[in-house]
Protein backbone atom coordinates (compact mmCIF):
# COMPACT_ATOMS: atom_id res chain seq x y z
CA UNK A 1 0.00 0.00 0.00
CA UNK A 2 2.72 2.07 0.80
CA UNK A 3 4.94 1.67 -2.57
CA UNK A 4 1.07 2.65 -4.07
CA UNK A 5 1.10 6.11 -2.61
CA UNK A 6 4.51 7.02 -3.14
CA UNK A 7 3.65 6.20 -6.80
CA UNK A 8 0.30 8.22 -6.97
CA UNK A 9 2.66 10.94 -5.08
CA UNK A 10 5.35 10.62 -7.97
CA UNK A 11 2.83 11.47 -10.12
CA UNK A 12 1.30 14.24 -8.77
CA UNK A 13 4.61 15.63 -7.90
CA UNK A 14 5.39 15.15 -12.32
CA UNK A 15 1.63 16.78 -13.17
CA UNK A 16 2.85 19.72 -10.96
CA UNK A 17 6.17 20.19 -12.84
CA UNK A 18 4.13 20.00 -16.24
CA UNK A 19 2.25 22.19 -15.55
CA UNK A 20 4.73 25.27 -13.85
CA UNK A 21 7.05 24.60 -16.86
CA UNK A 22 4.00 25.36 -19.00
CA UNK A 23 2.77 28.45 -16.89
CA UNK A 24 6.33 29.79 -17.46
CA UNK A 25 6.64 29.13 -21.38
CA UNK A 26 3.75 30.71 -21.81
CA UNK A 27 5.02 33.95 -19.66
CA UNK A 28 7.80 33.54 -21.71
CA UNK A 29 6.17 34.06 -24.88
CA UNK A 30 3.79 37.05 -23.62
CA UNK A 31 6.43 39.21 -22.92
CA UNK A 32 5.51 39.39 -19.31
CA UNK A 33 7.35 42.52 -17.91
CA UNK A 34 10.71 42.15 -16.37
CA UNK A 35 12.50 44.19 -13.97
CA UNK A 36 15.08 46.40 -14.39
CA UNK A 37 17.15 46.00 -11.55
CA UNK A 38 19.31 48.85 -12.86
CA UNK A 39 16.75 51.50 -12.65
CA UNK A 40 15.26 53.35 -9.91
CA UNK A 41 12.24 54.27 -11.48
CA UNK A 42 9.52 52.52 -11.79
CA UNK A 43 6.72 52.92 -12.62
CA UNK A 44 3.05 51.15 -15.00
CA UNK A 45 3.47 49.84 -18.31
CA UNK A 46 2.37 52.66 -20.48
CA UNK A 47 2.80 51.23 -23.81
CA UNK A 48 2.20 47.28 -25.23
CA UNK A 49 5.55 46.07 -27.65
CA UNK A 50 2.05 46.29 -30.43
CA UNK A 51 0.98 49.66 -29.74
CA UNK A 52 4.00 51.12 -29.35
CA UNK A 53 4.23 54.29 -31.57
CA UNK A 54 7.74 53.96 -34.79
CA UNK A 55 10.07 55.99 -33.18
CA UNK A 56 13.61 57.04 -34.82
CA UNK A 57 16.36 59.02 -33.11
CA UNK A 58 19.68 60.72 -33.93
CA UNK A 59 23.20 59.03 -32.57
CA UNK A 60 23.10 61.37 -29.61
CA UNK A 61 19.26 60.41 -28.87
CA UNK A 62 19.21 56.98 -28.88
CA UNK A 63 20.19 56.20 -25.32
CA UNK A 64 16.99 58.61 -24.95
CA UNK A 65 14.91 56.67 -26.53
CA UNK A 66 15.80 53.13 -25.64
CA UNK A 67 15.57 54.03 -22.31
CA UNK A 68 11.95 55.45 -22.41
CA UNK A 69 11.10 53.08 -24.40
CA UNK A 70 12.29 49.75 -21.89
CA UNK A 71 10.92 51.71 -18.72
CA UNK A 72 7.52 52.53 -20.34
CA UNK A 73 7.22 48.93 -21.93
CA UNK A 74 8.98 46.80 -19.10
CA UNK A 75 10.63 44.99 -21.97
CA UNK A 76 14.37 45.29 -21.83
CA UNK A 77 17.68 44.54 -24.40
CA UNK A 78 15.95 45.56 -27.11
CA UNK A 79 17.88 44.71 -30.30
CA UNK A 80 19.15 46.97 -32.61
CA UNK A 81 16.35 45.21 -35.54
CA UNK A 82 13.57 46.08 -32.85
CA UNK A 83 14.76 49.60 -32.05
CA UNK A 84 15.26 50.04 -36.05
CA UNK A 85 17.13 53.24 -35.47
CA UNK A 86 18.60 55.30 -38.49
CA UNK A 87 20.01 58.99 -37.79
CA UNK A 88 18.89 62.81 -37.60
CA UNK A 89 18.50 63.14 -41.46
CA UNK A 90 17.29 60.14 -42.74
CA UNK A 91 14.96 60.11 -39.27
CA UNK A 92 13.07 63.59 -40.75
CA UNK A 93 12.89 61.83 -43.88
CA UNK A 94 11.18 58.83 -42.64
CA UNK A 95 9.16 61.30 -40.57
CA UNK A 96 7.53 62.97 -43.38
CA UNK A 97 7.23 60.13 -45.37
CA UNK A 98 5.10 58.09 -42.73
CA UNK A 99 7.23 55.75 -42.43
CA UNK A 100 7.74 56.59 -38.17
CA UNK A 101 5.71 58.06 -35.98
CA UNK A 102 7.74 60.18 -33.71
CA UNK A 103 11.52 61.12 -33.63
CA UNK A 104 14.05 62.26 -30.97
CA UNK A 105 16.36 64.87 -33.20
CA UNK A 106 17.93 68.02 -33.04
CA UNK A 107 16.60 70.69 -34.81
CA UNK A 108 15.46 70.40 -38.50
CA UNK A 109 17.69 71.84 -41.16
CA UNK A 110 16.56 74.11 -44.21
CA UNK A 111 16.77 71.03 -46.30
CA UNK A 112 14.62 68.84 -43.89
CA UNK A 113 12.13 72.02 -43.57
CA UNK A 114 12.31 72.29 -47.88
CA UNK A 115 11.56 68.21 -47.91
CA UNK A 116 8.19 68.51 -45.70
CA UNK A 117 7.02 71.49 -47.35
CA UNK A 118 7.35 69.60 -50.44
CA UNK A 119 5.47 67.14 -49.08
CA UNK A 120 2.59 69.01 -47.50
CA UNK A 121 3.97 68.04 -44.09
CA UNK A 122 3.95 70.19 -41.29
CA UNK A 123 6.49 69.51 -38.55
CA UNK A 124 5.53 70.06 -34.81
CA UNK A 125 8.76 70.17 -32.92
CA UNK A 126 8.83 70.35 -29.10
CA UNK A 127 11.80 70.92 -26.87
CA UNK A 128 12.46 67.15 -24.41
CA UNK A 129 15.95 67.40 -22.75
CA UNK A 130 18.07 70.17 -22.33
CA UNK A 131 21.29 70.21 -24.30
CA UNK A 132 25.30 72.04 -25.12
CA UNK A 133 26.96 72.70 -28.48
CA UNK A 134 30.65 72.04 -27.50
CA UNK A 135 33.65 72.67 -29.35
CA UNK A 136 37.04 70.17 -28.10
CA UNK A 137 40.61 69.64 -28.82
CA UNK A 138 43.39 67.33 -28.16
CA UNK A 139 44.52 66.65 -24.42
CA UNK A 140 47.37 67.73 -25.68
CA UNK A 141 46.52 71.27 -27.09
CA UNK A 142 47.46 73.71 -24.22
CA UNK A 143 44.34 76.08 -25.02
CA UNK A 144 41.53 75.34 -22.48
CA UNK A 145 39.11 77.74 -23.96
CA UNK A 146 38.45 79.98 -26.65
CA UNK A 147 35.79 82.85 -27.32
CA UNK A 148 32.51 82.70 -29.37
CA UNK A 149 34.17 85.04 -31.69
CA UNK A 150 36.89 83.55 -31.90
CA UNK A 151 35.20 79.79 -32.38
CA UNK A 152 33.24 82.14 -35.55
CA UNK A 153 36.55 83.35 -36.51
CA UNK A 154 38.12 79.86 -36.79
CA UNK A 155 35.74 78.46 -38.66
CA UNK A 156 35.67 81.59 -41.11
CA UNK A 157 38.95 81.01 -42.30
CA UNK A 158 39.88 84.20 -40.68
CA UNK A 159 41.98 83.00 -38.05
CA UNK A 160 44.35 79.80 -38.98
CA UNK A 161 47.10 79.16 -36.00
CA UNK A 162 47.00 78.51 -32.72
CA UNK A 163 49.38 81.41 -31.52
CA UNK A 164 46.56 83.60 -32.88
CA UNK A 165 44.49 82.72 -29.56
CA UNK A 166 47.29 82.16 -27.47
CA UNK A 167 48.69 78.62 -28.30
CA UNK A 168 51.69 76.99 -29.83
CA UNK A 169 52.56 78.10 -33.29
CA UNK A 170 50.96 75.31 -35.46
CA UNK A 171 48.09 75.27 -38.38
CA UNK A 172 44.89 74.95 -37.15
CA UNK A 173 42.44 71.72 -38.74
CA UNK A 174 39.60 72.85 -37.99
CA UNK A 175 37.05 69.51 -38.94
CA UNK A 176 33.45 69.94 -40.26
CA UNK A 177 30.28 67.59 -40.26
CA UNK A 178 28.56 66.75 -43.90
CA UNK A 179 25.80 69.05 -44.99
CA UNK A 180 22.41 67.93 -43.17
CA UNK A 181 24.22 66.30 -40.00
CA UNK A 182 22.43 67.22 -36.95
CA UNK A 183 25.77 68.87 -35.74
CA UNK A 184 26.10 70.39 -38.78
CA UNK A 185 23.13 71.98 -38.51
CA UNK A 186 23.68 72.82 -34.82
CA UNK A 187 26.93 74.78 -36.11
CA UNK A 188 25.22 76.86 -38.67
CA UNK A 189 21.96 77.84 -36.59
CA UNK A 190 23.92 78.28 -32.95
CA UNK A 191 27.38 79.37 -34.09
CA UNK A 192 27.99 80.63 -37.51
CA UNK A 193 24.38 82.04 -37.79
CA UNK A 194 25.17 85.51 -40.27
CA UNK A 195 29.04 84.07 -40.69
CA UNK A 196 29.80 82.25 -43.54
CA UNK A 197 31.61 78.69 -43.02
CA UNK A 198 34.51 78.34 -44.57
CA UNK A 199 34.60 75.49 -47.37
CA UNK A 200 37.09 73.12 -46.13
CA UNK A 201 39.36 70.66 -47.59
CA UNK A 202 37.80 67.28 -48.53
CA UNK A 203 39.61 65.13 -46.20
CA UNK A 204 38.73 68.01 -43.56
CA UNK A 205 34.58 66.79 -43.60
CA UNK A 206 34.09 64.18 -41.20
CA UNK A 207 31.10 62.05 -42.08
CA UNK A 208 30.14 60.70 -38.48
CA UNK A 209 30.47 61.85 -34.42
CA UNK A 210 32.60 58.84 -34.21
CA UNK A 211 35.32 59.73 -36.65
CA UNK A 212 35.42 63.35 -35.74
CA UNK A 213 36.13 62.42 -32.20
CA UNK A 214 38.51 59.62 -33.26
CA UNK A 215 40.66 61.87 -35.37
CA UNK A 216 40.95 64.58 -32.82
CA UNK A 217 41.67 62.44 -30.03
CA UNK A 218 44.41 60.99 -32.16
CA UNK A 219 47.67 61.81 -31.84
CA UNK A 220 48.75 61.24 -35.81
CA UNK A 221 46.05 63.78 -37.00
CA UNK A 222 44.37 65.05 -33.85
CA UNK A 223 47.09 67.72 -31.40
CA UNK A 224 46.52 70.89 -33.83
CA UNK A 225 43.08 70.09 -34.57
CA UNK A 226 40.08 71.17 -33.49
CA UNK A 227 35.86 69.69 -34.04
CA UNK A 228 32.70 70.19 -32.34
CA UNK A 229 29.70 67.81 -31.06
CA UNK A 230 26.76 68.15 -28.48
CA UNK A 231 27.77 68.10 -24.85
CA UNK A 232 25.82 64.95 -24.40
CA UNK A 233 27.84 63.13 -26.77
CA UNK A 234 31.22 64.00 -26.28
CA UNK A 235 30.98 63.52 -22.50
CA UNK A 236 29.11 60.81 -21.71
CA UNK A 237 27.78 58.86 -24.40
CA UNK A 238 31.46 58.50 -26.06
CA UNK A 239 32.75 57.21 -22.58
CA UNK A 240 30.58 53.83 -23.22
CA UNK A 241 31.58 54.02 -27.00
CA UNK A 242 35.18 54.01 -26.41
CA UNK A 243 36.78 55.52 -23.01
CA UNK A 244 40.23 55.79 -24.34
CA UNK A 245 39.43 57.95 -27.15
CA UNK A 246 37.24 59.83 -24.86
CA UNK A 247 39.78 60.64 -23.00
CA UNK A 248 41.89 61.97 -25.35
CA UNK A 249 39.88 64.98 -25.87
CA UNK A 250 39.84 68.09 -24.17
CA UNK A 251 35.89 70.21 -23.68
CA UNK A 252 37.00 73.92 -24.34
CA UNK A 253 35.19 76.84 -22.41
CA UNK A 254 33.12 79.41 -24.33
CA UNK A 255 33.66 82.85 -23.15
CA UNK A 256 34.84 81.86 -19.86
CA UNK A 257 32.38 78.63 -19.34
CA UNK A 258 32.73 75.41 -18.86
CA UNK A 259 30.11 73.02 -20.87
CA UNK A 260 28.43 71.01 -17.96
CA UNK A 261 25.17 69.66 -17.04
CA UNK A 262 24.94 72.24 -14.33
CA UNK A 263 26.11 74.99 -16.75
CA UNK A 264 23.65 73.74 -19.52
CA UNK A 265 20.81 73.59 -17.02
CA UNK A 266 21.05 76.91 -15.47
CA UNK A 267 21.68 78.57 -18.98
CA UNK A 268 24.93 80.04 -18.28
CA UNK A 269 26.36 78.05 -21.04
CA UNK A 270 26.46 80.24 -23.86
CA UNK A 271 26.08 77.98 -26.46
CA UNK A 272 22.20 75.93 -25.35
CA UNK A 273 20.19 74.18 -27.67
CA UNK A 274 18.15 70.94 -26.84
CA UNK A 275 17.08 67.89 -28.41
CA UNK A 276 13.54 67.64 -29.82
CA UNK A 277 10.63 65.03 -30.03
CA UNK A 278 9.21 66.04 -33.63
CA UNK A 279 6.24 64.72 -35.03
CA UNK A 280 3.63 65.65 -37.81
CA UNK A 281 1.37 68.16 -36.83
CA UNK A 282 -2.01 66.69 -38.38
CA UNK A 283 -0.81 63.33 -36.02
CA UNK A 284 -4.56 62.73 -34.43
CA UNK A 285 -4.78 63.24 -30.53
CA UNK A 286 -5.06 60.52 -28.82
CA UNK A 287 -2.64 58.81 -30.69
CA UNK A 288 0.43 56.33 -29.33
CA UNK A 289 3.02 59.28 -30.70
CA UNK A 290 0.89 61.60 -28.99
CA UNK A 291 0.48 59.83 -25.73
CA UNK A 292 4.19 58.75 -25.67
CA UNK A 293 5.74 62.78 -26.41
CA UNK A 294 3.07 63.22 -23.56
CA UNK A 295 4.64 61.15 -21.49
CA UNK A 296 8.47 61.81 -22.20
CA UNK A 297 7.53 64.91 -20.70
CA UNK A 298 5.86 64.00 -17.53
CA UNK A 299 7.62 63.75 -14.57
CA UNK A 300 8.23 60.25 -14.52
CA UNK A 301 9.68 60.61 -18.32
CA UNK A 302 12.08 63.61 -17.52
CA UNK A 303 13.32 61.94 -14.69
CA UNK A 304 14.22 58.35 -17.05
CA UNK A 305 16.08 60.99 -19.15
CA UNK A 306 18.35 62.46 -16.00
CA UNK A 307 18.99 59.05 -14.96
CA UNK A 308 20.90 58.42 -18.46
CA UNK A 309 22.52 61.43 -18.26
CA UNK A 310 20.59 64.01 -20.04
CA UNK A 311 19.74 67.16 -18.44
CA UNK A 312 15.39 67.57 -17.96
CA UNK A 313 13.19 70.30 -19.68
CA UNK A 314 11.50 70.67 -16.53
Not at 73 to 80: G, L, P, R, S, V
Not at 237 to 242: K, L, Y
Amino acid sequence: MGKFIKIVLIIILIALICLLGRALFINKDAVEPIVDKDSTISGDILFTIENYPKVDASLATQPLTTAIRENFTQKFNYTDEELGYTNTHPGYLRLVDGEVDLICVTEPSEDELEYAKEHNVELEVIPVVKEGFVFYVNDENPIDGLTLEQIKDIYAGKITNWKEVGGKDAKIKAFQRPENSGSQTGMLSLVMKDRVLMTPPKEDIVESMFEIVNLVSSYDNGLDSIGYSYYYYAKTMFQTIDKEIADGIKLLKVDGVEPSNDTIKDGSYPLQTAYYIVMRKDEPAGSPARKLAEAMLSERGQKIAEEVGYVGVK
